[in-house]
């Protein structure tokens, strides 16, 4: 089955700017999508298909892709950025939805 | 006001059954593919099931093919997982989410989850 693997945490200080990596066998071949999930929260869309943001979504988060690896890079990083960031694809192989183990992002 | 509401959770014994439904209001839900996804606790997010607008198409899992099953009611915009043989490792928060019309495979419309915990 497909796997994608984040790095459980990140930190980043307030004003400076935070990257968030997803590597995943092929990844460039499929649809990249990003979800911010803060404590007690359902999960926001934040990026979709690799760099779109959803309606409401601040030009602060980016997304992109590079060999196997793709990124969501959040710049100006504020304080209410704080939250579990997950990637997530749909495999086409197996017909299933796909998420990375989740990167706690601890702003400083 | 576009929404899902989850219901149905509950403490089960291992080996005990549940059944989950999901409320859609604000939107026409038939036009729709749905899927349960879960979250244990501290832990991260798991797809469970899908389910296409009409029905005719349901994908699962690995972990919970041939002891969940999902459905649905459009007459009645409600969306279902029934859980039977359940594991200590089923527990987890279970929460119903749509699947964007957009073509892109993400999901764009999440309910607040139901508490279903497998202990005995």
């Known amino acids: 089955s497909y796997v994608l693997t984040q790095p459980p945490s990140v930190s980043v200080a307030p004003g400076k700017t935070a990257r968030i990596t997803c590597g995943g066998n092929?990844?460039?071949?499929?649809?990249v999508h990003w979800y911010q999930q803060k404590p007690g929260q359902a999960p926001v869309l934040v990026i979709y298909?690799?760099?779109d943001r959803p309606s409401g979504i601040p030009e602060r988060f980016s997304g992109s892709i590079s060999g196997n690896t793709a990124s969501l890079t959040i710049s100006r990083v504020e304080v209410g950025d704080e939250a579990d960031y997950y990637c997530?694809?749909?495999?086409?192989?197996?017909?299933?939805?796909?998420f990375g183990g989740g990167t706690k992002l601890t702003v400083l | 006001e576009v929404q899902l509401v989850e219901s149905g959770g509950g403490l089960v014994q291992p080996g005990g059954s549940l059944r989950l439904s999901c409320a859609a209001s604000?939107?026409?839900?038939?036009?729709?593919?749905m899927n349960w996804v879960r979250q244990a606790p501290g832990k991260g997010l798991e797809w469970v099931s899908y389910?296409?607008?009409?029905?005719?198409?349901?994908y699962y899992a690995d972990s919970v093919k041939g002891r969940f099953t999902i459905s649905r009611d459009n007459a009645k915009n409600s969306l279902f997982l029934q859980m039977n043989s359940l594991r200590v490792e089923d527990a987890a928060i279970y929460s119903c989410?749509?699947?964007?019309?957009?073509?892109?495979?993400?999901?764009?419309?999440w309910g607040q989850g139901t508490l279903v915990t497998v202990a005995s």
């Open positions: 997530q694809v749909w495999d086409s192989s197996s017909d299933h939805w796909v």
């Open positions: 989410a749509s699947l964007t019309l957009t073509g892109y495979n993400y999901f764009d419309l």
């Open positions: 389910i296409s607008s009409s029905g005719n198409i349901i």
């Open positions: 604000g939107f026409t839900f038939s036009n729709y593919e």
């Open positions: 298909y690799y760099n």
């Open positions: 092929n990844i460039g071949s499929k649809s």
